[in-house]
């Protein structure tokens, strides 16, 4: 079945807009969330060497790209908790707040599982379709069309500065390529401590908005992705149950107050 790796994508895509969408303010939110929330998860284990050759962003996408990696971040959208996203070769966890929606996704020797804490209710799916790389992919890390533009030492950070064009499609045949308009590039600065290498934050420029992510944690040892302990005691419902209760809880006047458009109640 496909269903299950169309829900994981969508996931993976909600978590990009958490952690790389977002307005002037999302440094400020975030860091009220860091400070509530990092005691539940463990310190950031990850450092990269300041003194090497390679960037360090290059470093950190690097890594990320080994598929081995446990990332909580938290951004204007996260709430309370942080986004959880972690990789144990092709197993995966993710874990956050949405509009409304708590999500808690899983993917276990080629089974989904979409869990409901709160209900102790949980369906699972087959995976099969479901690849790391589509992990990897929503990691805040570098790809080819990023280029490097600055590294700068201030505050006791370690600034990179990486920028893309961004290209609009607008027919089978035809690219428009916006390179000369600053308004369509989009900017991506990654801060590392100046001493230890640790990432710290994320601060993504697009459209004119400004939007950044603060790292709780970070670890590229993770040995196994495990099922909640209590999960022996929880209830199976079906899939399509589970999406009518997801579908249930969507805030869909917060989805207007988060991308600033309109919703009208259905007739």
């Known amino acids: 079945m496909k ?8 996931v993976l895509m909600a978590c990009t807009v958490c952690v790389g969408c977002g307005d002037s303010d999302s440094s400020s939110k975030s860091e009220k969330s860091n400070s509530s929330s990092a005691a539940a998860v463990k310190k950031s284990a990850a450092v990269f060497d300041v003194n090497s050759d390679t960037h360090l962003a290059q470093q950190y996408t690097d890594k990320i ?3 081995n990696f446990s990332l909580a971040a938290t951004s204007d ?3 309370d908790e942080p986004m959880v996203l972690e ?22 020797d080629g089974t989904g599982y979409m869990i409901d804490e709160d209900s102790k209710e949980y369906a699972t799916q087959d995976a099969s379709d ?35 064009s961004m290209v609009w499609e607008t027919g089978s045949d035809v690219v428009v390529e ?8 989009q900017t991506i600065k990654y801060y590392f401590d100046e001493n230890t290498g640790m990432l710290k934050k994320i601060e993504t420029v697009a459209f004119g908005y400004t939007s950044t992510s603060e790292i709780v944690s970070l670890d590229f040892d993770i040995s196994e992705i495990k099922l909640p302990d209590d999960f022996d005691s929880y209830t199976e419902i079906s899939a399509d149950e589970f999406a009518e209760k997801m579908s249930a809880g969507l805030d869909t006047e917060g989805l207007g107050d988060t991308f600033g458009v309109e919703t009208e109640d259905a007739e």
Do not use: P, W
């Not at 269903?3 to 969508?10: E, G, I, P, Q, Y």
């Not at 144990?88 to 276990?108: A, E, P, R």
């Not at 570098?142 to 590294?151: A, C, H, I, K, Q």
């Open 3 to 10: 269903k299950f790796t169309a829900l994981l994508v969508s």
């Open 65 to 67: 790209k080994e598929g």
């Open 77 to 79: 959208y996260t709430g």
């Open 87 to 108: 990789l144990c070769g092709d197993d995966l966890h993710v874990k956050m707040s949405f509009l409304g929606i708590s999500m808690n996704v899983y993917v276990k």
């Open 130 to 164: 479901y690849t790391a790389e589509q992990v990897t992919s929503q990691s805040m890390g570098l790809d080819d069309s990023y280029t490097f533009v600055s590294s700068e030492t201030a505050d006791g950070f370690i600034c990179e500065t990486y920028e893309m």
């Open 178 to 185: 916006t390179e000369d308009d600053d308004s369509n590039k």
